[in-house]
C-alpha cells in the first residue's frame, strides 16, 4: 500500500485494513489465521465479526487492539500504522486510544466496583483523585452500577460483571472498544440488555464498538455485519439492508 493511499485512507477511517494476514507456526505447520482481509471501520460505528469458532475473530480483534502484528497486509488505528509501532508504543498506544471487554469479564477478584473501574487509570493515566471519582461516578451511573460500587465481582450476577466490564474500557475515554465474544457467558435477555448500554455508550461519548460474536441472535443488534470464514471476509451486511458476499 502506497504512503499516499495510507494517508487518505487515515483521515477517514478508526480502523483500516488493506490486505491484512496473519500466520502462526506451528512446528512445520503454518497457519494462516487470517488472509488478505480488508475493511474500513468509520469513528462512532457500531460493528460486528461474526464467525465460527477458528474463523479468524479473535486473531483480528487482536490486531486490531495492537496485542499483535499482522504478517502481512497494512492496518491503520486511529491513523497510525501498527506495524511501525514497537512493544512500548503499542502498550502506550493501547493503553491511551483502546478499551477492552472480555467475554469473562476479567475483573480483579480483590478490588471492589469502583476500584476495578479506577484500576485502568492509575495503571495508563495520571488522573488526579477528584477527576477519577468524577469520571468512574458518571459511568457508573450510566451503566445502571452506581449503587453497587462498594461490592466485589462474587457479590455481583454475570451481567452486572459486564456492565462494570464495560464502564471499565471507557474510563480511560479511548476512541475505540473492543469486546470478544462479551455476551457469551450471558442469558439472551441479559445480552441483549448488555448490547442496548455499549450501544448507548458509543451514542453518548461517540466511542467506536467493534465485537465478536457466534451468536446469530445478537447479531442484528450490530449496525455493521462482516462475516468471517476460514480467515477470510465472505460477506458484509449493514442495518440499511446492503449485502454484500
Do not use: W
Not at 476479567?106 to 485502568?120: A, C, D, M
Amino acid at each position: 500500500m502506497s504512503l499516499i493511499v495510507a494517508e487518505n485512507v487515515s483521515k477517514h477511517y478508526q480502523v483500516a485494513a488493506i490486505k491484512v494476514s496473519k500466520d502462526y507456526q506451528s512446528g512445520e505447520i503454518v497457519v494462516q489465521a487470517l488472509k488478505d482481509v480488508s475493511f474500513e471501520i468509520e469513528p462512532a460505528s457500531f460493528v460486528s465479526f461474526v464467525g465460527p469458532s477458528g474463523s479468524g475473530k479473535t486473531t483480528l480483534l487482536n490486531l486490531i487492539g495492537c496485542l499483535d502484528k499482522p504478517t502481512k497486509g497494512t492496518l491503520l488505528i486511529a491513523g497510525e500504522d501498527v506495524q511501525k509501532m514497537d512493544r512500548k508504543q503499542s502498550a502506550r498506544f493501547r493503553g491511551n486510544n483502546i478499551g477492552f471487554i472480555f467475554q469473562d469479564f476479567n475483573l480483579i477478584p480483590v478490588l471492589t466496583v469502583f476500584e476495578n473501574i479506577e484500576y485502568p487509570m492509575l495503571m495508563v493515566q495520571k488522573v488526579p483523585e477528584s477527576e477519577r471519582k468524577k469520571r468512574i461516578m458518571m459511568l457508573l451511573e450510566a451503566v445502571g452500577m452506581a449503587d453497587q460500587r462498594d461490592k466485589f465481582p462474587d457479590q455481583i450476577s454475570g451481567g452486572q460483571k459486564q456492565r462494570v466490564a464495560i464502564a471499565r474500557a471507557l474510563v480511560t475515554n479511548p476512541k475505540l472498544v473492543l469486546a470478544d465474544e462479551p455476551t457469551a457467558n450471558l442469558d439472551h435477555k441479559t445480552a441483549f440488555v448488555i448490547l442496548e448500554i455499549m450501544k448507548k455508550m458509543r451514542n453518548d461519548l461517540q466511542t467506536t464498538f467493534i465485537f465478536s460474536t457466534h451468536d446469530q441472535k445478537i447479531v442484528g443488534e450490530a449496525e455493521i455485519v462482516y462475516t468471517l470464514e476460514d480467515g477470510e471476509i465472505v460477506g458484509k451486511q449493514t442495518k440499511g439492508g446492503e449485502n454484500n458476499g
